[in-house]
């Protein structure tokens, strides 16, 4: 799924000053980000999601995308990352899921679709294992009216909370803290991802297993989401990591 923040997460077991190369992809039954749907059709169209990366010592880049079986969501971004210690990271995300621009992906006006992010994430300790991210949106096209090419921004910000309830399960919650029409479609505060993740390794031979997982969650913010007809408030997503 599209967390970005967790790839800060991912990366804070990396220590190793030996320059690392790394790739992998998500295969996921429908898109949602923060408990909110990207899939224009709302029907849950299954999601290729792949990543590259490169990490040398405490210092990630890399890039995460998203694109439906049906060509309806296309999202590539471009992300930087870096481990101030074993529990601390801060990951800077260029976020690009329009591709509207007709100047092309490299443009970044104002009126661009890009979207920068920086998010804080803390992964506890090992006596209170208790994971918190904090992201907020800081340039690009994150306005306070969609579509507005010259307003202010509306450094739309995110908090999430996750526990562990047991190896291959943990709870999770997150909130908009503030008004947000282009990212979450919020007035105000509101919980749009409250759920649970549950992972299992299926064995396919002595020497190979498939990671799979399925997540139950809901949008507790009583939105609209791309026109809509009623509010998203439960989903269910099943992924397979490849």
């Known amino acids: 799924m599209k967390v970005l923040a967790i790839c800060a997460i991912a990366v804070l077991s990396a220590t190793s000053a ?4 790394s790739t992998g992809a998500d295969l996921v039954s429908s898109y949602v980000w923060r408990g909110v749907p990207q899939d224009a059709t709302f029907g849950g169209t ?3 999601q792949p990543f590259v ?17 049906m060509g309806i969501v296309k999202e590539v971004d471009l992300y930087a ?4 210690t074993p529990s601390i990271a801060l990951t800077v995300t260029d976020y690009n899921w329009g591709f509207a621009n007709p100047k092309g992906y490299f443009d970044y006006s104002k009126a661009a679709d890009h979207k920068f992010e920086a ?11 208790l994971s918190a991210t904090l992201s907020t949106f800081f340039a690009g096209s994150d306005t306070l009216a969609i579509g507005d090419k010259s307003g202010k921004n ?16 943990k709870v999770f919650c997150g909130a908009a803290l503030n008004e947000s029409a282009a990212i979450y479609n919020t007035s105000g505060f509101a919980v749009t991802n409250l759920g649970v993740k549950v992972s299992k390794s299926i064995a396919i031979s002595d020497k190979f297993s498939l990671p799979v997982y399925g997540v139950v969650g809901a949008n507790l ?3 609209s ?10 989903y269910f997503v099943a992924g397979v990591t490849l």
């Open 119 to 129: 998010t804080l994430a803390y992964t506890g300790v090992e006596s209170f294992p």
């Open 46 to 48: 299954p999601n290729i």
């Open 53 to 69: 990366s490169y990490t040398v010592g405490g210092f990630t880049i890399g890039s995460w995308a998203s694109s439906s079986f």
């Open 18 to 21: 030996k320059a690392q190369f």
């Open 154 to 169: 509306a450094f739309s910000s995110y908090i999430e909370l996750s526990y562990p309830l047991s190896d291959n399960a």
């Open 221 to 223: 913010s009583n939105k």
């Open 225 to 234: 989401y791309g026109g809509a007809d009623k509010p998203t408030s439960l």
């Open 81 to 84: 990352t870096y481990v101030f």
